[in-house]
């Protein structure tokens, strides 16, 4: 397998997921996550209570975290999660996942 097939599987997708999300460390779960499955993106809570994410990946390792976001931690209620396949950022995978700001 060569760099170009490596490169070729990156997607990246905007996620909103809604429920008991915010205040139950949902964030700060998902960015471990994230970081454990070599993802490069972010999370933000969104002042309407839900949570925001961007991930950027292999399809397979998306299709991971995905999985996760269903469920989130222990203490979440995930009620309802949309995905949208967004164009991948220049970069390949992605080099960080960080908490940004509230929106």
Partial sequence: MNGNDDTADVIRVHVTVSGLVQGVGFRYCTVDQARRIGLGGWV????????????????????????????????????????????????????????????
């Fill in 44 to 103: 933000r809570n969104r002042f309407d209570g839900s949570v925001e994410v961007e991930a950027q990946g292999s399809r397979a390792d998306v299709a991971r975290l995905l999985s996760w976001l269903k469920v989130g931690p222990q203490w979440a209620r995930v009620e309802h999660v949309d995905v949208r396949e967004i164009p991948a950022e220049r970069g390949g995978r992605g080099s960080a996942f960080r908490v940004q700001p509230d929106r």
